[in-house]
């Protein structure tokens, strides 16, 4: 099992990102799960056609111990497993804290072992690198940490905490930066800077993924990009980039 975390700034388009890349090796034959670390529990709704998922902790805060893996999984496109994490009650809790809980209670409840996914997807908010979002990159979860940037400042200042994180994890046996999916936003020299990031923490750019207003086009039909546009040009970024983060 491939344990891969991907994380970004709020906004930066992980969760596009991701869940076309889960369904172009779901595609190819892979068993793919996808886990969203996102308080919001919307990383895999484009896999899900839009149709409710109850969240680990929602589910955890309802039925206790008892729930099972019925309550909390449901097959998206092509075949990928999905989990929403959740988030706490708004106002009461740590969102990071709730991370923790959440994956514990996946492991716990042999999800891994029932559904067997040659491939698993964290997909994390990166605004805030605390314990609780850090721990996809630790205690085992994830083997590789790929960073989804653009060469907007603020989503570089991400990246930047994301890669610090991982290089203060670095002899630990936690998970290896695997290197930086740029994710254009056509801002001025928006490879350069992302480039200039890579160097700075020994890394390379492992995918440049277009602009497109396909992405957008698909996001409205609430499905993933390689459903609604399985032939267009940016369908075979996503396709091109999976292989390449599933064969690293």
Known sequence: MKKIAVYGKGGIGKSTIVSNMAAALAQQGYRVMQIGCDPKADSTIALRHGTPLPTVLDTFRQKKDTFTSEDIVRIGFAGVVCIEAGG??????????GIITALEKVEAKGIYDIYQPDIVFYDVLGDVVCGGFSMPMRSGYADEVYIVSSGENMSIYAAANIAAAIRNFKGRGYAKLGGV????????????KVEELCRDFETG??????????????EERKVTLL??????????????????????
């Open 181 to 192: 999916i740029l994710n254009r936003r056509n801002v001025k020299r928006e490879k350069e």
């Open 88 to 97: 706490p009650v708004p106002g009461v809790g740590c969102a990071g804290r």
């Open 205 to 218: 750019i492992v995918g440049d993924i277009a602009f497109s207003e396909l992405v957008q086009e698909a």
């Open 227 to 248: 459903e609604a546009y399985p032939e267009s040009d940016i369908s075979l970024q996503f396709q091109r980039l999976a292989r390449t983060i599933a064969d690293a």
